[in-house]
């Protein structure tokens, strides 16, 4: 059974701190890698997605992956109360289609 | 418009009537898959679809659950009987490819509530 773990927090930050949300996942065969914002009863938002090891930087966002520990992450930068929603990690092994999701980091943040 | 569109996007059914959801995919895109989301759940895959193949049914109930998309039209899938534990939030993705890093988007999403 292929998982993909996070933190289902919440986790707080105040206005302006960087939030870091992590994600490991079980299949070592994983090939893509994408973060999903979701706000309360809105459907998933596509972010950042990432393939290679390393850092990848987007605005105020950058995705990390490490293979090797089966572990990625966000960073997301001076953070604004705008950006309090759940964050998605989603995985998709190799050539397959499908993605496999985390349950979500509720992210909060605090004028 | 050009992303993925859904409908309805609230649909309340009584149990043992049918549900039909219905989305059309990104204009560009041929491949259409559907996830739920139960309440306090992950997002789940359910199956996937390209124009009049059903590609991957492997997370879809065995039961009253079928999928399609047609030639012309919108995905449709349908619950047939449905019973309170159907009542979840359904999203439809789409993407120009179903192989290697092609990113997927989703649509509005439709929430059904079985009473």
């Known amino acids: 059974q292929k998982e993909v773990e996070q933190n289902s927090g919440p986790l707080s930050v105040p206005e302006g701190a960087i939030a870091s949300l992590n994600c490991t996942y079980s299949?070592?065969?994983?090939?893509?890698f994408f973060w999903y914002r979701q706000y309360s009863g809105k459907s998933p938002e596509l972010i950042m997605s990432?393939?290679?090891?390393g850092d990848k930087e987007d605005g105020r966002f950058t995705a990390q992956l490490n293979k090797a520990s089966q572990y990625v992450s966000l960073l997301i930068r001076d953070s604004q109360p705008s950006d309090s929603a759940t964050y998605l990690c989603?995985?998709?092994?190799?050539?397959?289609?499908?993605?496999?999701f985390g349950k979500g980091t509720l992210l909060t943040v605090n004028p | 418009n050009a992303g993925v569109m859904q409908n309805p996007r609230h649909l309340v059914r009584r149990r043992g009537q049918e549900a039909r959801l219905r989305c059309s995919p990104m204009k560009g895109h041929s491949h259409v898959y559907w996830y739920r989301q139960l309440p306090e759940e992950g997002l789940k895959f359910m199956v996937y679809?390209?124009?009049?193949?059903?590609?991957?049914e492997s997370g879809m109930p065995k039961e009253r659950f079928s999928a399609e998309f047609p030639k012309e039209g919108p995905s449709i899938l349908r619950i047939q009987q449905v019973v309170r534990g159907d009542s979840a939030a359904y999203f439809c993705a789409s993407s120009p490819r179903g192989d290697g890093s092609y990113e997927q988007y989703f649509g509005p999403g439709t929430r059904l509530t079985v009473t």
């Open positions: 990432i393939y290679s090891n």
């Open positions: 299949d070592r065969g994983s090939q893509s």
């Open positions: 989603a995985v998709k092994e190799g050539s397959n289609y499908k993605l496999t």
């Open positions: 679809l390209q124009k009049e193949n059903i590609i991957d």
